[in-house]
């Protein structure tokens, strides 16, 4: 291990650009990379997990350009345990201040048989071979089983040491399918530490999923047990069920110092802008009841709640909002309120907008204010999600009206695709079937309408609604949100906004073992 770390620091590892977008309905396109890499940076994130180069060429040049802007942080790239594979992520992190290859393969018997079809001693072949490769481009490997906790311990040790042998400086145990529970985690972490002869020479690394809702409680035991790197996303993003969420493991570090030693290098007071901007991209909507980061989470209606936290807050908050970067209001803003105080809420918010996007929320800020008679936070947060992250679309819309009651809704529309305004009229169940029918005339795709969902940003009748479609194309789905004070101008970006995800989806092929 490396001696200038603190032996109770633990490194903070983000794959929210990796396996957050595996997740089904998420995917970003470059600049939504770029922005939640500087926002990680920000934070104090140790590694930026930024891709897997070798899936597609929107993957790699997505590490490449993250790997030139990022600087405090090390930027890491993801490979299976083939040379094509190495070279393609070492190519990617080229540009790299400090950059990391994140090799990996299967080394459960159910794995190794059913999946990669190899002998346990090809795959220990596999992992000197491929981090000694690794080893060619960079000082920084990191190695992975994947699978690991359903991994025989009499393997397992065999290849975490022939992986350190061979060059791995940090050594990740992930349990791929969250089939683990903290006790039995802990004492996997144990026994590599007392079985593995050369394991004081890497650093010990969890990547927990969240199948039983166990991610975080697996990667707080695994430190217990002498990890000192744990992999994780914002909001817990990530396939299936998800991952260990960065917010929780930081703020369980900040909360509990009693009940052991351990911290991050992580500015808490910038989990709620990462969180937010996450989400925002990915067009996943927080639950209200999450932890750390839920709407709810410093929320307090019970009488019994409301009268201690008037008396005094820790009777009911282990943490203070402002911790997590959740701050009261200082502006109240209005149909008056001008260029300098809309600039100031948005710094108040954790926005840093360029003079151009800035103009654009702010000109449909001044809409929104004509039509509402007070603009809260959320309203500027969720104008700056719908406005800032739509600069680049493909298909964007000119002009819509439409006619509904109890007679058949019709709606006419103006969209621009790539250029070129394209005009329809067309009538169906209600006016949001009208509408959706309008874009499938106007932009024809297989994609199927998976979800449709509405809510209120705010309370009131003249509330901003927030929507967010899902579509699914041969097997990609994507995540797609909009937000107006017009519910079905609202439908029509979050669908536009989906459809142009889509594009980006349909770039991205998914290799084989993708799932670290």
């Known amino acids: 291990m490396n001696k200038d770390i603190d032996t109770n620091r633990v490194i903070i590892f983000d794959t929210t650009l990796r396996d957050g977008e595996q997740s089904p309905g998420a995917s970003m396109n470059l600049e939504e990379k770029l922005r939640i890499a500087r926002v990680l940076e920000e ?49 990617a992190i080229k540009p790299a201040r400090r950059g990391r290859i994140h ?11 059913h999946k990669l079809q190899m002998e346990p001693d090809d795959v220990h072949a596999a992992v000197l071979d491929s981090v000694r490769h690794a080893r060619r481009f960079t000082e920084d490997v990191e190695w992975s089983c994947e699978d690991g906790s359903r991994t025989e311990h009499d393997f397992l040790c065999r290849c975490v040491e022939a992986a350190i042998d061979a060059g791995a400086g940090t050594i ?47 990667s707080l035991a695994a430190v217990r047990a002498g990890a000192r790197q744990v992999e994780c996303t914002i909001n817990g993003l990530g396939e299936r069920a998800g991952n260990a969420a960065m917010e929780e493991i930081v703020m369980a570090f900040k909360t509990r110092p009693d ?26 909507v927080v639950q209200p009841n999450k932890a750390i980061v839920g709407a709810n989470a410093f929320a307090h209606e019970s009488g019994i709640h409301q009268d201690g936290m008037l008396k005094h807050a820790g009777t009911y908050e282990i943490m203070t909002p402002d911790s997590v970067g959740l701050t009261k209001s200082k502006l109240v803003l209005g149909k008056h309120s001008g260029r300098h105080a809309f600039r100031e809420k948005l710094t108040e918010l954790g926005y840093d907008l360029g003079d151009n996007a800035l103009s654009d929320v702010f000109s449909r800020f001044k809409a929104l204010a004509d039509a509402k008679k007070e603009v809260f936070d959320e309203d500027v947060i969720a104008l700056v999600d719908d406005a800032v992250f739509r600069v ?22 103006e969209l621009d695709v790539d250029g070129d305004v394209r005009g329809c009229e067309s009538a169906g169940d209600g006016p949001v079937d009208s509408v959706f029918r309008c874009i499938k005339e106007l932009f024809p795709t297989d994609a199927r309408l998976q979800l449709y969902q509405v809510h ?51 770039e991205k092929t998914a290799p084989s073992a993708l799932s670290a």
């Open 43 to 91: 934070m104090g994130v140790d590694v930026i997990e930024a891709g897997f180069p070798i899936a597609s060429n929107g993957d790699f040049e997505a590490v490449r350009e993250i790997s030139k802007v990022v600087t405090e942080s090390t930027v890491c790239g993801l490979s299976r345990a083939t040379r094509g594979d190495i070279e393609r992520a070492a190519e």
């Open 103 to 113: 090799t990996f393969i299967s080394t459960s018997p159910l794995h190794m048989k």
């Open 172 to 218: 990740n145990i992930p349990d791929t399918v969250g089939y683990s529970v903290p006790d039995e985690f802990a004492g996997i972490i144990d026994m590599l530490r007392n079985r593995v002869p050369n394991i004081d020479k890497a650093i010990i690394s969890v990547h927990c999923h969240n199948d039983l809702g166990l991610a975080v409680a697996n």
């Open 259 to 284: 009940h052991g030693p351990y911290f991050t290098t992580i500015r808490s007071e910038n989990i709620m802008r990462a969180s937010r901007l996450v989400s925002a991209v990915t067009g996943f």
């Open 392 to 413: 680049n679309d493909r298909v964007k819309l000119v002009s819509l009206a439409v006619e509904c009651g109890t007679r058949k809704s019709k709606a006419a529309m």
């Open 456 to 506: 209120a940003v705010t309370g009131g009748t003249d509330a901003q609604a927030e929507v967010t479609v899902r579509l699914e194309e041969n097997g990609r789905t994507v995540n797609g949100q909009g937000a107006d004070t017009d519910t079905v101008v609202a439908s029509v970006r979050a669908y536009l906004n989906a459809l142009n995800k889509l594009m980006v989806k349909r």
